[in-house]
């Protein structure tokens, strides 16, 4: 038997993922390695002995007994840690495996009961701001981004994010012939369109500059063809899909089934517990949404050759282009 069908690692191929990325379970395994957070405790020692390793793979200086096992682990750490375009550490709180870890408080936050307009603020502020920096950590690199644009992003967003969970309370509260209690249900749900809408405005302002300057596109060899701004396009419009379609199960399973637990008698007696059985069911409906949402499109997405810049059409035989749209 082969070692593939023993452990079920295949052949290693740098730079290609173990699972089919043309399908969406394919993907959703993948992402699940990206986001795998084991991978933050990962040392100083260990990240440099994967990267060393993936590049004496490279070299063809791969010692005997090093298994396709130990390949794939020494890339998925550097998938989960390193930037793809810079080749830089990134921050781990900014990691795509630090999304969820991080970011169960703050999901927690947004979905307490009785939030007074401060809290409010407040919970959608620091979200959002975390998104930004999640956003801004992982967007297509190929090209550099002024600073300045960055602050423009990020004060959009968050501004965003603020306004519409105050207009929609504001708008509940002052509504007429809807029972205190009908409020307090929909109040709980505040949250999901004020995120959505947000977070795509997020990402959109965040990494309006790859629009402004475009991104590597590449042929099947890995080769730079060119810069595009039609690729850069698609590749925020995929990323904004994926940022709408996560808070969904993260906001809206929460209060439906805290709504359900607390008509119950076990409930009435334990009302100290609603903290804790809050930020467990945010943390676990968080867990579950970010890989099915990242796993929507590839991480190396493609784009037809005919489709982008003319420039680029004339030096390339290819009918397909890749690029990196970031995460």
């Given at each position: 038997m082969s070692e593939s069908s023993l452990t079920g690692y295949p052949p290693f191929e740098i730079g290609k993922s173990r699972f089919d990325q043309s399908t969406f379970y394919g993907r959703w395994r993948h992402f699940l390695d990206v986001i795998d957070p084991r991978t933050l405790l990962v040392g100083e020692e260990r990240l440099n002995a994967s990267l060393n390793l993936l590049e004496d793979f490279k070299q063809g200086n791969v010692l005997p007994g090093v298994t396709n096992r130990q390949l794939w682990?020494?890339?998925k750490i550097k998938q989960a840690t390193m930037h793809p375009d810079t080749g830089e550490k990134i921050f781990m709180p900014f990691r795509m495996a630090g999304f969820v870890p991080f970011g169960a408080p703050m999901v927690t936050g947004l979905l307490l009961p009785n939030q007074t307009f401060a809290t409010m603020i407040f919970w959608q502020w620091i979200n959002q701001s975390h998104n930004a920096c999640v956003n801004y950590a992982n967007r297509n690199a190929?090209?550099?981004?002024?600073?300045?644009?960055?602050?423009?992003?990020?004060?959009?967003a968050v501004s965003a994010a603020m306004g519409i969970a105050v207009g929609l309370s504001t708008l509940i509260k002052r509504a007429n012939g809807m029972s205190p209690g009908a409020k307090l249900l929909i109040q709980r749900f505040v949250p999901f369109p004020a995120v959505a809408t947000a977070s795509v405005c997020n990402v959109c302002l965040m990494r309006f500059s790859e629009i402004y300057e475009g991104i590597d596109v590449l042929d099947e060899q890995g080769n730079v063809v060119g810069n595009s701004k039609a690729a850069a396009k698609k590749a925020l419009f995929e990323?904004?899909?994926?940022?709408?379609?996560?808070?969904?199960?993260?906001l809206i399973i929460p209060p439906i089934i805290m709504a359900g637990i607390e008509r119950t008698k076990w409930w009435a007696r334990n009302p100290r517990l609603h903290l804790p059985v809050n930020a467990t069911?945010?943390?676990?409906?968080?867990?579950?949404?970010?890989?099915?949402?990242?796993?929507?499109?590839?991480?190396?997405?493609?784009?037809?050759?005919?489709?982008?810049?003319?420039?680029?059409?004339?030096?390339?035989?290819?009918?397909?282009?890749?690029?990196?749209?970031?995460?």
């Open positions: 682990e020494a890339q190929t090209k550099e981004t002024p600073t300045i644009r960055f602050v423009i992003g990020y004060t959009g990323v904004a899909q994926t940022r709408m379609f996560l808070p969904a199960p993260i069911i945010a943390t676990a409906a968080f867990a579950f949404a970010l890989p099915l949402a990242i796993a929507l499109f590839p991480q190396l997405s493609s784009i037809k050759t005919s489709a982008v810049e003319s420039d680029i059409q004339s030096k390339t035989s290819s009918p397909i282009l890749f690029y990196n749209k970031g995460l």
